[in-house]
């Protein structure tokens, strides 16, 4: 017998709890705040809307369910089953940093502060759960296949990411290495910069939209950005560095479906992260080389 979906409600710590703990007491915060002019009202009325979604989310799960809740810094610790639905009250952000521990379980984004959130990944509102979550598995609900990115490293190590893949020195320091494409003849260029950035059609809301527009977006035969269900990634070298030694002629443009791009590391220590998650970081030394492209994991987002 097959077990019944489970609900995985997954959230963040509010700034509001985060200053309480810190602080100790919810006077000394507001006294905090106050001395910084800040209001600790406002912060405390957001820590209240995200506890109302949540409890109007948790209300909406099917009676025949199971549910559970995670928090976003457990999430590395946390078991996803076949099974699962998976619940994301909060913001955009919190979408991408849950989307690499998936294997294709659908997700429904909750926005719990409309207006401040961009609405992106977080599609709908409290109210919207309680007919959305059980025709999640229905016949004709929407889902858009995303587009993921992931780096594989030489010794297995792999890394998936629904926004971009960072892959540089600890710290955005200067790192070294060689970079070439699959389908460049096998020529590489050693470059020393403050890291290479590989994105998607999702991460092209965010970071690496950032760089696109201070490298003059399309203009000068700049890359185009990928939508979301694209399968083309772009790729960015951050600050690369001319010298005898190193060059500046690989410094951006696409990855097609089939697509890599190869690193080859000359630096004691690099990292690969994704979606800005440092803490659970991939790392590189003397001689590895990482693989980056399109991943052949998709984020199942409902509609």
Known sequence: ?????????????????????????????????????????????????????????????????RQTWVERGDLDRFLFAPEDVVVVVGQDGLVANVAKYLAGQPVVGIDTDPGRNPGVLVRHRPA??????????????????????????????????????????????????????????????????????????????????SVWQERGGAGDGGPTLPGPTEDRLVWFVREAWP?????????AGELAAGGRLTLTVESERLVAFGDGIESDAVELTWGQRVRVGRAETALRLVG
Not at 5 to 29: F, I, K, M, N, W
Not at 128 to 150: H, I, K, N, Q
Not at 174 to 197: C, I, K, M, N
Not at 243 to 251: C, E, I, K, Y
């Open 1 to 65: 017998m097959s077990l019944a979906p489970r609900a995985v409600l997954v959230h963040r710590t509010t700034e509001y709890e985060e200053l309480v703990a810190r602080h100790g007491t919810h006077g000394q915060a507001a006294f905090f705040l106050s001395s910084r002019d800040r209001d600790i009202e406002e912060v405390a009325e957001r820590h209240r809307r995200t506890g109302r979604a949540m409890a109007e989310v948790t209300a909406a799960i099917p009676l025949t369910w």
């Open 243 to 251: 010298s005898p030694a190193t060059g500046t002629s690989l410094v």
């Open 128 to 209: 919207d759960a309680r007919l959305l979550l059980p025709s999640v598995f229905a016949a004709g609900t929407g889902t858009d296949g995303l587009t993921m990115v992931e780096a594989v490293a030489d010794d297995t190590q792999r890394l998936l990411a629904l926004n971009e893949i960072y892959l540089g020195a600890a710290g955005h320091q200067t790192a070294r290495y060689r970079l070439g494409l699959d389908d460049d003849g096998g020529a590489v260029e050693a470059q020393a910069s403050s890291g290479v950035l590989v994105g998607t059609g999702t991460g092209a809301t965010g970071w690496i939209r």
